[in-house]
């Protein structure tokens, strides 16, 4: 299994910037997508961002020109910068990897998750 660590979240006001990162660890062989999704109370998840092990990006329209996905692939770890936050920037923001784990002499496709942490925009 691979286990995602989340960090950055907190209380920012309208207009500010937060980072957010995450760090897998775990048996990976390989790590693929990987990516940030939130939701906010009463909402669905939805994808914020993410990024493929080849750098390629893929943004939710609401956050296009605001926010930026990277990753390092030599630490596992993908982070999310975050600008111009709006009000309706504020949900749980998760990290999701998908990614190969071997052990065993076994290797299986695996999708986690982190537990989420919070981002609040508020004057």
């Known amino acids: 299994q691979v286990q995602l660590v989340e960090s950055g979240g907190g209380l920012v006001q309208p207009g500010g910037s937060l980072r957010l990162s995450c760090a897998a660890s775990?048996?990976?062989?390989?790590?693929?997508?990987m990516g940030w999704y939130r939701q906010a109370p009463g909402k669905q998840r939805e994808l914020v961002a993410a990024?493929?092990?080849?750098?390629?990006?893929n943004y939710a329209d609401s956050v296009k020109g605001r926010f930026i996905i990277s990753r390092d692939n030599a630490k596992n770890t993908v982070s999310l910068q975050m600008n111009s936050l709006k009000p309706e920037d504020t949900a749980v923001y998760h990290c999701?990897?998908?990614?190969?784990?071997?052990?065993?002499?076994?290797?299986?496709?695996?999708?986690?998750w982190g537990q989420g942490t919070q981002v609040t925009v508020a004057a």
């Open positions: 990024i493929t092990s080849g750098g390629s990006t």
């Open positions: 775990g048996r990976i062989n390989r790590l693929n997508a």
């Open positions: 999701n990897a998908q990614a190969v784990v071997c052990g065993n002499s076994r290797c299986s496709e695996t999708d986690s």
